[in-house]
């Protein structure tokens, strides 16, 4: 009996990694690529329009000029695109665009908006004309006073439309390293009922506890099958490379303390979506695809990456493009931003 009790414990326990091990396989099959941006262009972001469209935000680099933010329009497949439209701000650095269309139709447009060491925005503008034209909306936090420190800005702010109606944005926010405790990045959270008109009091999704040098940053959510949130970021500070954790939340906005539970296989700006069969995928810099079929209990690592860049700053996100076809929009060498798609 004490023999096969020890066994049964062996058995289950083997059961238990095998349900939780980082390593497992699955296969999507990478077919076709699409060219959003030919050269002198990084950070690619999409949103669907309401007639089933696409829009790509990307960022543009110019020799005499601070860098802008350029929209491309494609049909409901992605493989083709156009020129459309962009958005400068004069004297600025703009770049981290995020798209984002709201129930009405208006499309918003977030971005990180700077002048180094003097000030630092997230501002965001509005579209009426499905992104033909561009009117400055409202800002989202800011930090004017840096005293020429270029660590002391608001990154990367990724909108998400909550069960209640709200409009979440989350971003990385170095503007309480100067506090006590100092906390030299968080994840930042705001909340409008607007439509981004106006935003309401900063809440801090994660901190290191007791304040410190890590950074946890390059924040992303979706909601799940199950109705929770699922939250992506990483951590600097210890690691170059910048690991991945995830939490989960019932409302998107009440999350659990600490810096969450690491998620294997992925490094650096995670992104994430989850399809309408409920499947949740996410890629990062690891240029990597891993996903869940569970909620996120357990995580599977995509066979095959669509781009064998191995880590490298590309800034990937993750799409849903048709009821069984993802699509992967990345910075390629030579500067170009494109799109592969894959049949799961």
Request: hydrophobic residues 35%; proline residues 6%; charged residues 25%.
């Amino acid at each position: 009996m004490i023999m096969m009790m020890r066994t049964l414990r062996r058995t289950l326990l083997a059961l238990a990694v095998l349900a939780f091990a980082p390593c497992a396989t699955a296969t999507v099959k990478w077919t076709e690529t699409a060219t959003v941006a030919e050269s002198r262009a990084a950070w690619g972001r999409l949103a669907r329009l309401h007639d089933g469209r696409w829009l790509a935000v990307t960022t543009r680099f110019h020799d005499d000029a601070p860098s802008t933010l350029a929209i491309s329009v494609s049909d409901a497949r992605g493989r083709e695109w156009t020129p459309l439209s962009s958005v400068a701000e004069p004297g600025r650095k703009i770049d981290n665009g995020e798209l984002f269309v709201l129930p009405g139709g208006r499309v918003l447009l977030g971005m990180r908006s700077l002048i180094d060491g003097e000030s630092y925005r997230l501002n965001v503008h509005a579209s009426d004309d499905d992104g033909r034209t561009w009117r400055f909306l409202s800002t989202i936090d800011r930090n004017e006073d840096p005293r020429g420190r270029k660590d002391r800005g608001v990154w990367e702010p990724v909108f998400t439309q909550l069960a209640d109606g709200a409009l979440s944005v989350l971003y990385a926010d170095e503007t309480l390293a100067d506090g006590t405790p100092s906390y030299n990045q968080v994840v930042s959270q705001r909340l409008s009922r607007d439509g981004g008109r106006t935003w309401g009091a900063k809440s801090i999704l994660v901190k290191e506890p007791g304040g410190g040098k890590l950074r946890p940053g390059m924040p992303v959510m979706s909601r799940m099958r199950d109705g929770r949130y699922l939250l992506v970021f990483e951590t600097c500070g210890d690691d170059p490379q910048c690991p991945v954790s995830t939490k989960t939340s019932k409302d998107g906005v009440t999350w659990p303390e600490g810096l969450g539970t690491p998620l294997a296989g992925q490094r650096c700006g995670p992104q994430l979506t989850t399809t309408t069969r409920g499947t949740v995928f996410v890629t990062s810099c690891q240029n990597e695809v891993t996903f869940s079929d569970d909620d996120g209990a357990t995580w599977q690592r995509v066979t095959q990456p669509a781009w064998p860049f191995g880590f490298r700053h590309t800034w990937p996100a993750v799409y849903q493009f048709g009821p069984d076809e993802i699509g992967v929009i990345n910075g390629v060498p030579g500067g170009g931003v494109k799109i592969r798609f894959g049949t799961f």
